[in-house]
């Protein structure tokens, strides 16, 4: 079975912009940072005509976040093209921090300028949707609880009361029916509503609204040291444990120049590839047996849990949580465990090899997940998604290759990726990434470097900043990190790609049928927790 389709990548060039911004006279350079192709400074004027210049372009938006600093709250937003990452930086006075918003220009920027809206009150201007996103019922319209001033126990005395008027537009004509779906689900998940505006079984229009446990991760994490920062980032949501630990480690390795033992680097992939293999397992499963395929999910159940029993066996926790120390990991694997490992892999490997070509092909389930659920490249790239939604949709960025970290700067990653968009495609990628992570893993073991596993972060004695760019089973998955003199934390921001997959869902649903809500639903599988920090 080909793993790999070839499709001519697409995406403009961040340094393109670089130079058209410059010679407008719309920006000026700043010194790069690690991991950063590019790095500009803009007056907030300029703001939204960068973001136009950047989609015409054909920039991926990826992430958009604030930071106080008292007299000004500093916005950064980061772009992706196919010759790297680009920063926008840009200070507004916080008495009035008024900025022209990119959501014109990429539909992805919606939703996380309303939520520097409603945490650090800037105001976007020219914003097409001016209604609350994570406000709800717990500050007061003057309340902003990102700004250095308001206590992390925030003000309120009394119980936060519910959130119930939150205003979903309604769509009017004969036989528009309205479906409310949440917050409270009838399952263990989290908390989201989904309101479906319906004629018969055709969904005409379904939009989310979420973030209704907001755990304050951004502000309790100011403060804390490294160690107490990593095991924080790493409950940002619990199925990508790795991906935001990593992320926020090689924000603080990257803004205090620490070099990360080769070993240790090489064990931090190994465990995110079986992050990703386990996620993947399960998923599959879920979205077969979502159309009535229970056997589909009993096996990739079954191989799922094997898996993270060989996890706890091998690393000592089945979710992979706290492997990962800021200068390194925690664990280390001798070659007995190395020879007990490749022999798992082979194993997995014979089983998986031979479930894919039935479930990628039986006529029977590829009925339901054809042509299910579409998200055309051109919305897929408006909207920014990355991973299994995006490659799926010919958005095929992928950090591992495309702005290679160590140690994947020096393997041979394949990146599946197909133009149609659909179900039947998000599951083709995900049971082709197992695939290639089975061969990253046989890499990586093969090939483990010799030495230390660990390396101290100590302290500069100055305030430094640093961002983390981490390629998760989800996709991109962002970390910025600004430290004080003493390595305490002054601000952390940890990115999900599920900012950017949630509006996607709502998207490609339009013209299912309700029935299909569910399987369309888990093959984009967006993170609540990640979102809700």
Not at 300 to 312: A, D, G, V
Not at 477 to 497: E, H, I, M, Q, W
């Amino acid at each position: 079975m080909s793993r790999v389709q070839q499709i001519e990548v697409t995406g403009g060039s961040v340094r393109e912009l670089a130079e058209q911004l410059i010679a407008a006279g719309l920006a000026s350079s700043l010194p790069v940072r690690a991991g950063i192709a590019v790095r500009l400074a803009l007056e907030p004027k300029h703001w939204g005509l960068a973001g136009e210049m950047a989609a015409r372009l054909g920039l991926r938006w990826s992430a958009v976040w604030g930071d106080h600093r008292p007299p000004q709250i500093r916005v950064l937003a980061l772009l992706f093209g196919r010759d790297g990452h680009l920063l926008l930086e840009t200070a507004l006075p916080e008495e009035s921090p008024d900025l022209t918003s990119q959501t014109p220009a990429f539909a992805a920027a919606d939703r996380p300028e309303r939520a520097l809206q409603d945490l650090f009150g800037v105001r976007f201007t020219a914003h097409p949707d001016p209604r609350r996103w994570l406000r709800h019922q717990a500050w007061e319209e003057n309340e902003y609880p990102l700004r250095r001033e308001f206590p992390r126990e925030g003000n309120r005395i009394a119980a936060t009361l519910p959130d119930c008027d939150y205003p979903f537009p309604a769509v009017a004509g004969e036989g528009v029916y309205e479906i409310p779906v949440g917050p409270v689900h009838a399952g263990i998940i989290e908390p989201g509503h989904f309101r479906f505006q319906a004629v018969g079984e055709t969904i005409l229009r379904m939009e989310e609204h979420l973030g209704y446990v907001h755990k304050g991760i951004e502000k309790i994490a100011e403060g804390r040291n490294l160690s107490q920062l990593a095991r924080l980032a790493g409950r940002v949501s619990g199925d990508s444990s790795v991906a935001h630990c990593w992320a926020a480690c090689q924000a603080a390795e990257r803004a205090l120049a620490i070099d990360v033992p080769p070993r240790a680097l090489a064990l931090r992939a190994v465990l995110a590839e079986r992050e990703r293999i386990a996620n993947h397992l399960g998923d599959i499963g879920a979205i077969c047996n979502d159309v009535g395929f229970a056997f589909a999910q009993v096996q990739m159940t079954r191989l799922r849990e094997l898996w993270q029993r060989q996890n706890l066996a091998q690393f000592g926790h089945r979710l992979l949580m706290d492997r990962l120390l800021p200068g390194g990991v925690a664990v280390d694997l001798n070659p007995q465990r190395i020879a007990v490992m490749l022999q798992e892999i082979a194993s997995a490997r014979r089983e998986i090899e031979e479930l894919l070509p039935l479930l990628l092909e039986y006529p029977s389930l590829q009925d339901r997940l054809r042509d299910t659920g579409v998200l055309p490249p051109e919305l897929a790239r408006r909207y920014g998604v990355t991973g299994y939604v995006g490659r799926a949709s010919n958005l095929q960025d992928d950090l591992r290759r495309d702005a290679p970290y160590p140690p994947y700067d020096r393997l041979q990653v394949e990146v599946p990726a197909y133009r149609e968009g659909d179900v039947a495609k998000r599951v083709r990628v995900r049971g082709e990434e197992i695939l290639a992570s089975l061969d990253l893993l046989n890499q990586l073991l093969e090939t483990l470097p010799a030495g230390e596993v660990q390396r101290d972060c100590p302290a500069t004695g100055t305030e430094v900043e640093g961002l983390g760019l981490i390629e998760g089973w989800r996709g991109e998955t962002l970390a910025y990190l600004r430290l004080d003199g003493s390595g305490k934390v002054l601000r952390y921001f940890p990115r999900d790609p599920s900012w950017l997959s949630w509006p996607a869902l709502e998207v490609l649903l339009k013209e299912v049928i309700v029935p299909d809500f569910p399987v369309c639903n888990k093959s984009v599988n967006g993170s609540y927790s990640g979102h809700d920090l």
